[in-house]
């Protein structure tokens, strides 16, 4: 990684404390945060504001760039379409987008943000866990992401993205400054001004940092992926669930949403013979019931080489009505991109084997 500084990592304040070290006007830092935040701008020569002498003092020490679109896959009916983006140091990440149109979705633009470049947490159903090359990423490299992704919804004829969901490569709890400072630059009025209540963060459960998120007090959505009832089968799907007990994990929960006022969202992938079955259903509806939970039921994206495959219509459906005898919310969630390999990992995993 460069050893010069990210603008788009950088806050307004941090920018306008920055300037003056560089032999710039202070008020410059409010205009670069436009050209990194809201223009998106892919290198320092596009900041025409700014004299040439003035380019050069910041690229002696700063620097601004865009990732590199390598492949742009959209589904065939339209609804989801995913990018394969090569960062500076060679690594690439993806970001997916989802469209949703109707009455209900106010054509609501869902963006699936990476955080890090691979993922150590295991998950044996994951394209990612067999990419073990990883580092987190840059609040900048988040938002610049973000950026690429809006630029291809508009291209894609939507007015842009209306939502975030922290949910693509990685594991964001691992890397939860960046996120954070990624979420502070993309909820900035003079930004992308995405609200706070747009946006959700997805982990594997780390009490730790879940208790650490909801002290920033910050008003986005929590969403865990539970992937089981117990802790036997949730350690077989989820090697490092090991470390944190289901109990503890739920405490984490229910303080995060005492803490913010947001209910928990728990996600489920339903897999074939392995956690879809009756009594399944029943163990997860006594374990979340009573707590205002959200039960995000997930028709799982094939993965052959894994041994995974997703359970069947009937079965979802079934697993579901057998959730509602509970205190619990439950929703299926419509099966997006598969013939684009839209879950986590895959479409570069199929790049790097070509």
Not at 81 to 100: C, P, S, V
Request: hydrophobic share 40%; aromatic share 6%; glycine share 6%.
């Amino acid at each position: 990684m460069s050893a010069k500084t990210d603008l788009r990592s950088l806050s307004r304040s941090e920018l306008k404390s920055l300037m003056p070290k560089l032999g710039l006007a202070a008020f410059r830092g409010e205009q670069i945060f436009d050209w990194a935040q809201k223009r998106a701008a892919a290198s320092i020569n596009e900041l025409t504001n700014l004299s040439a002498a003035d380019q050069k003092k910041l690229a002696a020490a700063c620097y601004l760039a865009l990732p590199v679109l390598i492949k742009k896959d959209v589904a065939a009916n339209g609804d989801t379409a995913k990018l394969l983006l090569e960062l500076a140091d060679g690594e690439r990440i993806e970001t997916a987008i989802m469209f949703y149109s109707g009455k209900d979705s106010r054509d609501r633009v869902t963006c699936c943000v990476s955080t890090q470049t691979g993922c150590v947490m295991g998950c044996k159903f994951c394209a990612t866990a067999q990419y073990q090359k990883c580092r987190n990423l840059t609040a900048g490299e988040i938002v610049s992401q973000v950026q690429m992704a809006d630029k291809a919804a508009k291209e894609l004829g939507s007015k842009g993205l209306t939502n975030l969901v922290y949910m693509g490569m990685g594991e964001p709890m691992l890397n939860l400054a960046q996120v954070k400072k990624s979420i502070e630059l993309l909820n900035d009025e003079r930004g992308l001004n995405i609200g706070q209540r747009k946006i959700a963060v997805s982990t594997c459960g780390l009490p730790k940092q879940i208790r650490q998120m909801a002290d920033w007090k910050m008003q986005i959505h929590l969403a865990i992926s539970l992937h089981a009832a117990n802790d036997e089968l949730r350690r077989n799907l989820m090697p490092a669930a090991a470390r944190y007990p289901l109990q503890e994990l739920l405490a984490a929960a229910d303080y995060y949403q005492a803490q913010t006022g947001r209910r928990v969202c728990y996600e489920y992938a339903l897999f074939k013979d392995i956690n879809d079955r009756p009594e399944a259903a029943r163990s997860l509806g006594k374990l979340l019931d009573g707590r205002g939970a959200l039960i995000n039921l997930i028709p799982a994206n094939p993965l052959p080489e894994t041994g995974f495959m997703p359970s069947d219509d009937e079965t979802v459906k079934h697993f579901s009505r057998l959730l509602s005898l509970y205190n619990v919310e439950v929703q299926i969630r419509q099966e997006r991109g598969r013939d684009i390999n839209a879950a986590c990992g895959q479409l570069r995993k199929r790049t790097l084997e070509v």
